[in-house]
């Protein structure tokens, strides 16, 4: 029988004494806590406001987009459809400025309901989306407007109307297909657009139906069915998921980072919460064994300090989550000037109830460590061996915590990587740094006893002694010191490399401007005229425009009377515009096939290379045969290769790529890709190019550039923000933990002291202690750190690894630096207080 | 220089919450160098914390203790701890050795804080006189109680103390053990001319030297010289 009244009892008189150390002993599973709860509230709520960064590319749920309005039985199931809708018509159209005395082609656009619904149509003055509900207010294109020197409230004549100019337009949305960046947008009011008389018979207009669907409605299925009946009516249907894979990339690598980041944080409330609760249970062994002595039985004193660490530790995760959570919605408040991205201050319950499961369940596993070996053994040795560190042999339930330790980071890591074997070689990686961690500790305690300097001076051998003594804390410091460094570290190096990545994928630094239709000996002209405008020619490329005729030996209209055939209609119904090279571009990978080589002889095959999406709506494959009609002329070929394109990077992409040799003397034009700096320059570029070659068309993509400069400039945002606080909050956990040490010294310093020692001695003392502690357990971080940062960038993230090595040397320092005056606050302490304080109380 | 110690109206009271507790009231007194003493009473008459502001170990409320010529009251903490490293040897009821030190390493601290070369030989030959040479090596928790008082005696005498301060030194022994200590305290004592002055509730050992504090209530009772002096 227990007696739980009487355990219970003992448990609070006992936890009563030493108010002081327990706070200490909580604060560090508070902050530790706290650290997990905060970071991982921060990971969720950013996670949803990059979710909807990412919606605000399309500015809706479900957009509809098509040449015509849509049938009547697709309006049905569009009308089914919950939610909120939109509908913008767009059409090209000339505009007359009669301030100016300009005419220009436009794109116009009339807007009837409330898109965007995510994300915002930036105007300049801000206000003045809302004046589209004016049937005179138009809105225009910022970089037009200055190249031309119009002015907000110039009039604007658009079809029979005029309208007024409420507003400079700063972005569009990514729908607008890049042919849409010849003309500048106008935006007005849907039913104004329609009193012009430009919307009749006959005219091209686009029609798009935009849709914000409840939280609830699966999308995804809803598209999947009904696909390809909106393509054969040559409808498009673009969903939000579809916009992300195209930021695939950086997504993917924004969530293992911030997977990453959320293991950080469960290893840092690890080494807050296991390092309070050891060293803990370490200051009560000598109450437990006058416990036994007085003839408790080993179980009951077991099961009153487990409870006592279990309520202690409960208070502290509580608490901790508490704080963790305040933090989380106090700090964007209070830092809401300096922060480029409004983040959202709802409480995570998720993190909560995680930081409180893990919390109540590391402060128990690591409470069992010491405290199950005190069950078995004799009162006698305890009280004699209370100072050395092995308490006799471990029994099974010792190693079944170890195990469910291991057990437990495993499920985490499983649960986290959402992998059982990413997790596995997560949380073989810990064990492999803990493991080596614990071999350093070992080195040193043996290479400081081996190699002893005999002949140097008292304080230096006294702290170097302190390092292989009974009762040293070489391994428990080293250890939790190295892990420290070693995350922190590695989240520092990985983020790093991921904002380089993201630095390369941001349209701010892509393309922004593509020059079409130039005639062959045009070319050199216009190359010279770029370069003197100090902008780089980013790609230049010739494109002949052709029409499939038939593939697998049967003509297009023997595949289009085909009831059963499976190819999409959409793939083969247009024109497509062709390049010819020998070599693949650097965002190409060939998936297939053999990428086509220059034809040798005029007689031969030629060999074609499709992109992987066009090649699967045709259904056809490598070997098969498609033919063309080349301006009049009939080609045969065939499929050579599929080709894996990224569409992330702003170049002109090319679903069918010819080889060199065939299409050379085909009726061509080329296109040249540039980048400006800014709008000023290509304004002025502009004009220069259209005056020397008026055929020439030059496309300003950087508009629609925009949305997604703004999003990947948010992903680094959030990367850098993630890595900051949890580095910052890993400092305080890792500090907090090592201030604790000082509980273990305290005795024999003041003995010193007694002694005659002075305070300089007994600072060199812990210096020398702590300097040779701290280096190495700093360099052995930061050598784990570089090798899991590599296995990280290499496997994981894919990204190319380099060393930030003034940083990794600056980390070094500063790690050490903070390491002894940590050591040397520690022993401060003791200064501090009259001796025979102390030793009464150490009696 | 005429006095060692000297103790003027000195007070010590301590504070628990809003109660005030007067440990010690306007105690005065002086030792000659080579004296020997004894402070008695009954427990909790505030003998330790007198012997802990004699040697500097606390400060006093009120008064003040004059040590080796040193004014203690206007010293810093760590001129203090080197008027004790220099002059004063201690011997505590419970000991209070360095439990992650062996035995060896405990007796030399005091002569390697002084940066003594020879404080391994001195140390060693301490041992031997305490008879505990062949366990220098010796962790305190592999020692005895005895072990550890002849240890700890050892340890007092490694910097050749002007001053002895011994608080119940035999507290904690059995009789046969306290008195191997005690004799061992005074050959060392009479051979190295050391002032000492010995905080118990034993008489019998009380009256072993040459003159007797009584305190009660934490006043002066009485300051006697002994018939037999040592
Ligand atoms: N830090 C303290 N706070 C309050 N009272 C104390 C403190 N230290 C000692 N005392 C009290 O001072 C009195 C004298 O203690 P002490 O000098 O140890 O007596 P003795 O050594 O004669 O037994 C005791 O009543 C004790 O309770
Ligand atoms: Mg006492």
Known sequence: MIDWSFIRQLAWRDSRKNRGRLVLFMSSIILGIAALVAINSFNYNLQDDIDEQAASLLGADLVVSGNQPVTDSLGVLLAALPGEKATK?????????????????????????????????????????????????????????????????????????????????????????????????????????????????????????????????????????????????????????????????????????????????????????????LIYVRTKIPSIAIFRCLGMKGRDVFLVYLLQILVLGGLGVVFGAVLGTVVQLVLPILFKDFLPLEVSTSISWPAIGEGLVIGIFITMLFALVPLLPVRRISPLRILRTAFEQDLGQRDYAQWAVYLAIVAGLQAFLWYLTGSFVNGLMFTGGLLVSFLLLFAVARLITWGVQRFFPRRWSFVFRQGLANLFRPNNQTATLLVSIGLGTAILTTLFIIQGLLLEN????????????????????????????TTSFKLPIVQQVPIVTMRMTGWQGRTKADWLADSTRQAERWAFNREIRVTFRDSLDGFEEVLSGTFPKPRAAHGDSVFISLEEGFAESMHVKVGDEISFNVQGMPLTTFVGSTRKVDFTKMRTRFLVIFPAGVLENAPQFQVLVTKSPNPATTARYRTAVVKAFPNVSVVDLSSILTALSDILAKVSYVIQFMAVFSILTGFIVLVSSLLLSKLQRIKESVLLRTLGASSKQLLQISATEYALLGTLAAATGIFIALVSSWLLASFQLKLTFYVPWLAIGVIFVLVVAIIVVIGLLNSRDVLRKSPLEVLRREV | ????????????????????????????????????????????????????????????????????????????????????????????????????????????????????????????????????????????????????????????????????????????????????????????????????????????LAGKTQRIIQLKGGQVFSDTRTQTPA
């Open chain 1, 89 to 277: 018509l767009d059409l090209f159209s000339m505009a007359y400025f009669p301030a100016t005395d300009r005419t220009q082609f436009v794109r116009l656009q009339g807007l009837a309901g409330n898109f965007p619904f995510y994300g915002s149509l930036k105007t300049e003055p801000a206000t003045a989306r809302q004046e589209l509900t004016n049937p005179h207010a138009a809105l225009v294109d910022n970089g037009f407007m200055d190249q031309y020197g119009i002015q907000i409230g110039d009039s604007i004549r658009l079809g029979n109307r005029s309208f007024f100019i409420a507003g400079r337009l700063l972005n569009d949305f990514a729908s607008a297909n890049v042919a849409a960046g010849f003309a500048p947008p106008v935006y007005v009011a849907q039913s104004a657009l329609e009193q012009t008389g430009l919307v009749q018979a006959g005219s091209l207009v686009n029609y798009n139906y935009y849709y914000k669907l409840p939280a609830a409605f699966e999308v995804k299925p809803w598209t999947d069915k009904y696909d390809n009946a909106f393509r054969n009516e040559s409808l498009r249907l673009q969903t939000i998921a579809g916009q992300k894979e195209n930021l695939s990339d950086a997504f993917a690598n924004l969530n293992s980072f911030l997977n990453l980041v959320a293991l950080v944080s469960l290893l840092l409330g690890c080494i807050g919460v296991a390092s309070s609760v």
């Open chain 2, 1 to 204: 220089m005429s006095t060692i110690l000297a103790v003027n109206q000195l007070t010590k009271t301590y504070q628990s919450g809003d109660r005030s507790l007067t440990v010690l009231a306007d105690v005065s007194f002086a030792i000659q160098p080579g004296e020997s003493l004894a402070i008695v009473g009954p427990s909790g008459s505030g003998k330790t914390t007198l012997l802990g502001l004699c040697a500097g170990l606390d400060r006093a409320g009120s008064g003040e203790v004059i040590l080796c010529d040193a004014l203690l009251n206007e010293l810093s903490e760590d001129a203090r701890a080197a008027v004790r490293n220099r002059n004063v040897g201690f011997i505590f009821q419970n000991f209070q050795l360095i439990p992650t030190l062996t035995a060896l390493e405990n007796v030399m601290i005091p002569a390697e804080l002084n940066g003594r070369k020879d404080a391994r030989v001195a140390a060693l030959a301490l041992l031997e006189k305490v008879g505990l040479a062949d366990r220098s090596h010796h962790y305190p928790s592999q020692l005895s109680g005895g072990e550890q008082q002849r240890v700890a005696l050892a340890r007092a005498f490694c910097n050749n103390p002007q001053i002895l301060f011994a608080d119940e030194p035999t507290g904690n022994l059995d009789e046969s053990t306290g008195q191997m200590v005690e004799d061992l305290l005074f050959s060392l004592n009479q051979e190295m001319g050391t002032t000492l002055v010995i905080v118990t509730h034993d008489l019998e």
């Open chain 1, 502 to 529: 993201v630095g390369e994928m941001d349209a701010g630094n892509q393309p922004n401007v593509i020059l079409y239709g130039i005639e062959k000996e045009q070319m050199t002209g216009l190359s010279e005229l």
